[in-house]
């Protein structure tokens, strides 16, 4: 009535973000999101056993092209309408705030923003913090709306399901309701041969698709595995195969969220890490930790309809992953907060 009476009256307001979805990549390298392969790790035949088939797979000597080959949906739809950070290369940084820079205090650093010194172990302890996801759960009209799915199984302690009441789907744990397709991938998942110990990311990624068509849940957060775990094991063809693939369900998830209308335009995607991993010396690829100087230097990719197009960043800037629990808030127009200090969100992100 009134954009009838109003000639100045705009027809609909900017779209909102009604909806995140975050994933993160364990210890996957920033080296590798900005530069694609890395050239000495792909010769070096300890690392890289079929160099020629990897070298053709994933090398370019254009920057731009390589890294493409690496994370294709990051480098179109990301880099196109949104956000990109850091990149050192550029002086654009994101860091640990935490010293340790292995995944328990990575992780709890993303979802409380708090770096506990006391958070030091990757041990099956319950997390005293309150993480953003449980804020968001206990607020009005997001009641049961938070899921998440791991493939490694200390997410459930991290995330302190038993206090959070967020459902924590990890390892081999089957998903809550019973389809066809449901009862397919349990049974998958119970009889795969799980090499790295856990179940295979693709069905973390099955799994909480299901969930999400089943469920449609407002919040939803993906936690991958098998970059960290075939990086320790000194295997870089295998883990520059894992993180294609990673961005590949990344892309058929994008695609998902974009066919729905709950989802599509409604939704803010952001992808990071726990931690990085060595450079210098190049072997240190393989470690991460408290002794490794530049495992503390990670990155963030942010999309979504309150997350303006600037593409990479190239501004000489500084963040630390700290900040992202209250940016996961702040997406929703949220104030997160907790029993303990948390960090400023990032504005850029949301603004
Ligand atoms: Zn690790």
């Known amino acids: 009535m009134l954009s009838f009476l109003s000639g ?30 890395d050239s000495a790790l792909l010769k070096n035949k300890k690392f890289t056993r079929n160099s020629a088939g990897t070298i053709s797979k994933f090398w370019n000597d254009t920057i731009e092209i390589r890294r493409k080959k690496l994370f294709p949906f990051l480098w ?50 319950l997390n005293k913090n309150i993480n953003v996801l449980e804020f968001i759960n206990h607020q009005a009209g997001f009641t049961n709306s938070v899921a998440v799915f791991t493939t490694w199984d200390v997410f459930p302690y991290i995330l302190n399901k038993w206090r959070s009441g967020i459902y924590v ?22 009889l795969t041969a799980r090499p790295l110990g856990v179940r295979p990311d693709i069905f973390t990624y099955v799994a909480a698709r299901e969930y999400m068509k089943e469920k449609k849940p407002k919040v939803l957060y993906i936690g991958f595995d098998e970059t960290d ?9 295998l883990y520059l195969g894992s993180a294609l693939a990673e961005d590949k369900m990344i892309e058929d998830l994008w695609n998902y969220l974009q066919s729905v209308p709950q989802y599509k335009n409604k939704t803010t995607l952001i992808i990071t890490c726990d931690h990085g991993r060595g450079d210098d010396p190049k072997e240190n690829w393989q470690h991460h930790g408290e002794k490794i100087e530049d495992a503390g230097q990670i ?31 702040k997406i929703f127009g949220l104030t997160f907060t907790a029993n303990h200090p948390v960090a400023d969100p990032v504005e850029s992100i949301y603004e």
Do not use: C
């Open 8 to 37: 100045v009256q705009k027809i609909s307001a900017q779209p909102a973000t009604e909806n995140l979805v975050i994933v993160t990549l364990d210890g996957m390298r920033w080296q590798e999101v900005f530069g694609g392969a």
């Open 76 to 125: 179109s739809t990301v880099a196109n309408k949104g956000q990109l950070y850091g990149n050192r290369w550029k002086g654009n940084e994101v860091n640990n705030a935490n010293r340790y820079k292995f995944s328990y205090p990575g992780y709890n650093e993303i979802f409380t923003g708090y770096p506990d010194t006391a958070v030091n172990s990757n041990d099956k302890n």
């Open 169 to 190: 789907n990890s390892d081999t744990d089957s998903l809550p309701f019973s389809t066809e397709q449901s009862r397919l991938l349990d049974n998958m998942q119970s």
């Open 229 to 237: 775990d075939l990086a320790h094991g000194g295997m870089y063809d």
């Open 299 to 329: 990155w963030i990719a942010a999309l979504g309809p309150h997350t303006k197009p600037m593409g990479e960043m190239k501004n000489k800037n500084i963040l630390y992953q700290k900040q992202l629990a209250a940016t996961f808030a």
